[in-house]
């Protein structure tokens, strides 16, 4: 009697332990795991038959984009940005790698406009002024670039203009823009 309680034990056990296994090899099924992608290739064509089936969800497009920018596919992960963007114009994270690829491609306007929006609705996230500014210099107007980058500093280190560089230990390079500009 007591070998048969093992055994079953035992059976059970061992189907606990198989199906707590089990998500670990779909690694590359998107709907069924949110675990790290092993297989990319097979995380892409679940994706691709996913939004087959449910066209109008940005979630996936943006996904599929993220897959061909970590593959260097530029052009393929721009299309999906801006398809997600089609379908959910406010999808910051499709604005933001956007905004990067564009730039890489020497599309700094438009990658400015998409920044642009970004601050428009995080006033107060310094990181995009930043970007921002950057882009203005690669556009050849340093006078908007340093505002842009005046407000970044402004908003992490509470420097206003005219006022002294906050001292600081964890962030040296405060104001080191503006050795660029006033050399």
Not at 50 to 70: F, G, T, V, W
Not at 99 to 117: I, T
Request: net charge positive.
């Amino acid at each position: 009697m007591k070998r048969k309680i093992l055994s079953v034990f035992a059976v059970i056990f061992a189907i606990t332990v198989v199906l707590a296994w089990l998500p670990n090899t779909y690694g590359g099924d998107p709907g069924l795991t949110g675990i790290i992608v092993k297989d990319p290739e097979r995380y892409y064509h679940r994706l691709k038959d996913m939004r087959s089936k449910d066209p109008d969800n940005p979630e996936l497009s943006y996904q599929i984009a993220n897959l061909y920018y970590s593959w260097k596919m530029e052009d393929e992960a721009i299309r999906e940005y801006r398809r997600t963007l089609k379908l959910k114009p406010d999808h910051e994270f499709a604005q933001w790698f956007l905004s990067k690829l564009l730039e890489s491609k020497g599309y700094y306007d438009e990658a400015f406009w998409l920044v642009r929006e970004l601050i428009e609705k995080h006033r107060t996230i310094a990181r995009f002024y930043d970007r921002a500014g950057e882009l203005l210099l690669k556009m050849d107007q340093r006078d908007a670039a340093k505002e842009y980058f005046a407000r970044c500093d402004e908003l992490m280190y509470g420097e206003r203009v005219g006022a002294q560089p906050v001292k600081t230990l964890t962030e040296p390079n405060a104001g080191a823009w503006k050795e660029a500009f006033y050399r």
